[in-house]
C-alpha cells in the first residue's frame, strides 16, 4: 500500500510539471502563427495580374462582373471604385451618340470594395500601379449581401 500511494504522488507531480510545458508549446504555436494573406499570381515581367482569397467564405450571394474601373476612392483599409460594362451593340449609331454627348456608352456598372487587411503590404502599392486604374479592365467576383449593389471582392483579375 505504500508503494502504491508513492507511484500515485510522483505521477500527480510529473503532470503537474507536463502542464506547464504543454500550456507554453500550445500558447506559443498560436502567437506564432501569421495572418493569411491573399494569393498573388504575378506576369513574367514581376506585374501583378491576379488576386485570390481577399475574403474568406460567406454566404452572401456570389457576382462575377467584367469591366473598366472607374471613380477610385482609396482609404487606409478598403478601396471602392466603380466597374462599367462597356455597350456592345451593332448599332453604331447609338454608341456615336452617346459619345458625342460626352457619356460613354454603358451597360451596367458595379461598386466593388477590396478590403486591404488581407493584401500583403508588399502587394498593396502594385494593387494600385498594375491593377487598380481608371480604364483598366477587371473581372471581379464578390459576394453581394444586403440591397447595397455593391460587391465585396474575394477576387480580382486583370483582363487583357
Known amino acids: 500500500m505504500l508503494g502504491r500511494n508513492t507511484c500515485g504522488r510522483s505521477a500527480r507531480v510529473g503532470m503537474k510539471k507536463l502542464l506547464p510545458i504543454v500550456l507554453l508549446l500550445v500558447s506559443s504555436s498560436i502567437f506564432a502563427q501569421t495572418s493569411e494573406f491573399a ?22 450571394e456570389t457576382r462575377n462582373f467584367v469591366g473598366e474601373v472607374r ?50 503590404p508588399a502587394d498593396r502599392q502594385r494593387l494600385y500601379n498594375d491593377m487598380i486604374r481608371k480604364s483598366f479592365t477587371l473581372r471581379v467576383a464578390g459576394y453581394m449581401c444586403g440591397t447595397d449593389d455593391v460587391v465585396s471582392a474575394f477576387s480580382l483579375d486583370l483582363v487583357y
Open 71 to 120: 471613380n477610385i476612392e482609396k482609404q487606409p483599409n478598403v478601396v471602392h471604385f466603380e466597374l462599367w460594362e462597356p455597350l456592345k451593340t451593332d448599332n453604331t449609331f447609338e454608341i456615336l451618340k452617346e459619345k458625342i454627348r460626352g457619356r460613354k456608352p454603358i451597360k451596367d456598372k458595379i461598386k466593388v470594395n477590396v478590403n486591404l487587411a488581407r493584401i500583403a
Open 39 to 60: 494569393t498573388a499570381t504575378r506576369a513574367k515581367n514581376g506585374k501583378l495580374v491576379s488576386l485570390t482569397n481577399i475574403l474568406g467564405l460567406s454566404e452572401c
